[in-house]
């Protein structure tokens, strides 16, 4: 029977899981540091690795008490190998190889956004593939052809800021607290439809790509030039708001015209957002195909989306002490690890 140890350290969520083949989730334990990068308004890197360094062993060793697991009973440790920030990812890469080292342990370098992808998985085990994945977190904005698990192709990115980031930066300006997606989303309920009706980008061009930092220059100077009320601030993240689930379900539906697929499935911090799930939900349903969501605590960061993937890629594992990290790794490059 195979146990794993999950690690995430991609960003600011320290995120340590334990996952059973047989049993399931068996503990999944989370770390963030919102109140504190909400007092400067994003992450600040070096806050987050330093924060890792502390959480990590006590994270881990809770972990195991509540899986009722020593360590001699892991048989892999996944950890995030990347995307993501260096730092945070050298210090989760390196606990993990030292402790894999140590315990004699394999180690399963997992790809975070792969991560994100199969975090439906931890609801319901089966995705009906073919399908289109729409990954949106903080530093991604991805649409993914999925032909099964581990063969990806990217149709279409972000060529500048990602979505989560955008949504972090409007609501800084907007005096909200991090993570800003939620932020926004909570003002937005108390403002008034179409007071402002704001750009929806790249959705008149015929491709799959996104930008937002043009929405984000729009949005900054509505704010500098209007009058500084709850009402007006509420206004504009209603109208931020519809301006992103607009484009992504404009995005969304061409990628599954382009293919001739019905079914999508939808990942990362962002799609916590329930009023983009359900106007998602509400096209799909119109397509007769099937949507694919993880619950919220599976939304954003998680270990138990690592060391759920590094259950499925237990065959390709390795005990040495080589430490690599990739702050940037396509999807595409999986196809080549077999399982
Ligand atoms: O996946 P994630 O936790 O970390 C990255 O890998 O980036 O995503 C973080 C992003 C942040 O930009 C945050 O504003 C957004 O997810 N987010 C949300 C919500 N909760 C977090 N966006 C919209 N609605 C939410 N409820
Ligand atoms: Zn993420």
Avoid at 104 to 131: A, R, V
Avoid at 195 to 209: A, D, Q, S
Avoid at 283 to 301: E, V
């Amino acid at each position: 029977m195979i146990r794993i140890l999950g690690i995430e350290t991609s960003c600011d969520d320290t995120g340590i899981a334990i996952y059973d083949k047989k049993q399931g989730l068996l503990s999944n334990k989370i770390y963030n540091l919102k109140k504190m990068h909400s007092k400067y308004g994003g992450i600040i890197p070096e806050i987050a690795s330093r924060n890792h360094i502390k959480k990590i062993i006590p994270l881990i060793k809770s972990a195991l008490q509540e899986s009722k697991s020593k360590l001699q009973d892991i048989d892999g440790i996944a950890y995030t190998a990347g995307p993501g920030l260096k730092g945070p990812l050298i210090i989760g890469a390196t606990i993990s190889k030292t402790l894999g080292y140590a315990c004699k342990i394999p180690t399963i370098p997992i790809n975070h956004m792969e991560g994100h992808l199969l975090s439906p998985m931890l609801k319901k085990n089966n995705l009906t593939f073919p399908l289109i994945a729409l990954l949106i977190s903080g530093g991604h904005t991805q649409l993914i052809l999925a032909k099964k698990i581990g063969q990806y192709t990217t149709l279409g990115e972000t060529k500048d800021d990602a979505i989560g980031e955008t949504l972090d930066k409007i609501a800084k300006l907007l005096g909200l607290k991090y993570p800003g997606g939620k932020s926004i989303s909570i003002l937005a309920k108390h403002g008034i439809p179409k007071t402002y009706i704001f750009p929806r980008p790249m959705t008149k061009n015929k491709g799959l790509m996104f930008s937002f930092s043009g929405l984000k220059t729009y949005v900054t100077n509505i704010i500098h030039n209007t009058k500084k009320t709850k009402q007006t601030y509420a206004n504009i993240a209603l109208a931020f708001e519809d301006a992103i689930i607009d484009t992504i379900k404009i995005k969304c539906n061409r990628a599954l015209n382009i293919t001739k697929l019905n079914n999508l499935l939808i990942a990362g911090g962002v799609s916590a957002n329930k009023r983009l799930i359900n106007t998602l939900k509400t096209m799909i349903k119109k397509r007769k195909g099937k949507i694919f969501t993880a619950p919220i605590k599976f939304c954003t960061d998680n270990g138990a989306m690592i060391a759920y993937v590094g259950m499925l890629r237990f065959k390709n594992n390795k005990n040495d002490l080589q430490i690599s990290i990739r702050t940037k790794w396509p999807l595409e490059e999986l196809s080549k690890i077999k399982y």
